[in-house]
T-cell receptor, first 115, second 116 residues
Framework: GNSVTQMEGPVTLSEEAFLTINCTYT??????LFWYVQYPGEGLQLLLK?????DKGSNKGFEATYRKETTSFHLEKGSVQVSDSAVYFC??????????????FGSGTQLTVLP | DTGVSQDPRHKITKRGQNVTFRCDPI?????LYWYRQTLGQGPEFLTY????????KSRLLSDRFSAERPKGSFSTLEIQRTEQGDSAMYLC??????????????FGPGTRLTVT
């Protein structure tokens, strides 16, 4: 089956620190990969995506590179801010898929950034 | 258009009662999804619609759960004879399926269900 494994949290960093959240996946086909972010009291928001191997998704200073050889999609940011405090979810979707276009999510990583 | 909306945002019910949630997708989106998220976990897929047709249901969707999208616009998710294990956040998402794909799903704020 398809699955996503994220590094366990919570992660606590000081402002301006470097962030890495690890994500690895297993999939029976050729997935597209996503990072979603969930701020307190809000719904999931798409942060970035990559649809094929070696693609780099980027948004708001966050980056992640689709590594097929290591089946990974690690999230990075060079300098985090207090406003980045949230829960981050790695996810995949199989493309093409003969069945549901369902996202498969990891369990999430809680990030807290201290001033 | 302000995105996907869900109603209610919170629902507290007693075990054995029926509950119904509503989701209004982004207006031009033809696909609609329901997910369930329990505390400390990522969302898990329940079911999805393309227009008014329900095309896939997860094994998580027991026979106490039913979802509809009667006119291909809003959707409802009903849980009959609620159990404490149904307590979770129920998320709705929508997407636009095109010839090249439909991979971006936009999520609503969710309905938090508490079964006492």
């Amino acid at each position: 089956g398809n699955s996503v494994t994220q590094m366990e949290g919570p992660v606590t960093l000081s402002e301006e620190a470097f962030l890495t959240i690890n994500c690895t996946y297993t999939a029976t086909g050729y997935p597209s990969l996503f990072w979603y972010v969930q701020y307190p009291g809000e719904g999931l928001q798409l942060l970035l995506k990559a649809t094929k191997a070696d693609d780099k998704g980027s948004n708001k200073g966050f980056e992640a590179t689709y590594r097929k050889e290591t089946t990974s999609f690690h999230l990075e940011k060079g300098s985090v801010q207090v406003s980045d405090s949230a829960v981050y979810f790695c996810a995949l979707i199989l493309v093409p898929s003969g069945s549901a276009r369902q996202l498969t999510f990891g369990s999430g990583t809680q990030l807290t950034v201290l001033p | 258009d302000t995105g996907v909306s869900q109603d209610p945002r919170h629902k507290i019910t007693k075990r054995g009662q029926n509950v119904t949630f509503r989701c209004d997708p982004i207006s031009e989106h033809n696909r609609l999804y329901w997910y369930r998220q329990t505390l400390g976990q990522g969302p898990e897929f329940l079911t999805y619609f393309q227009n008014e047709a329900q095309l896939e249901k997860s094994r998580l969707l027991s026979d106490r759960f039913s979802a509809e999208r009667p006119k291909g616009s809003f959707s409802t998710l009903e849980i009959q004879r609620t159990e404490q294990g149904d307590s979770a956040m129920y998320l709705c998402a929508s997407s636009l399926a095109t010839g090249t794909g439909d991979y971006e799903q936009y999520f609503g704020p969710g309905t938090r269900l508490t079964v006492t």
